[in-house]
């Protein structure tokens, strides 16, 4: 009975550090300061004048930037030439930028890379920015695709729904 109390309260501690989502961790908050550091740059617009939002669907996903204050021009000119730019990039199998803005390669671009020709990358503009629109028919891109955005919304904070 001891061994199952013991058991029981070190499964409810990982449950309790897992949900900590990494708040606790000391250097969470310096990967936090240089992502977004990192991103900005690449990214060439200012993630605290803009929101960002990764969203999963049935057939892909949509990367979604707009400027939080619709009178800015010079955000909303950057996000479209970023995200054109990244359709383009995706499409050729070039993951350079987040893998710079993360410092590392995300979980599903191995898989993106090795499938592009089964995935298409759309940029479209919007009001306040732009989307690029990711879609697949493949069972395998379409896992590789959910990975990456999963990634993107737990790095990048967003509250995005996971699912």
Known sequence: MF???????????????ADDDMASCPHHAEHQKQVDERGDRVMGFDHMKTSHHFLLKDNGGVIVAEANDSNDKDSIAKIRMHFSEIAESFSRGDFSMPQEIHGRVPPGVPEMTELKDKISYTFHESEKGGEVQITTQDER???????????????????????
Do not use: C, M, W
């Not at 061994?3 to 550090?17: G, W």
């Not at 990634?151 to 990048?156: A, L, R, S, T």
């Open 3 to 17: 061994k199952v109390a013991i058991l029981a309260v070190f499964l409810i501690s990982i449950q309790v550090y």
């Open 141 to 163: 891109a379409l896992k590789a695709i959910h990975e990456f955005l999963r990634f993107q919304i737990e790095d990048h904070h967003t509250g995005d729904p996971t699912n």
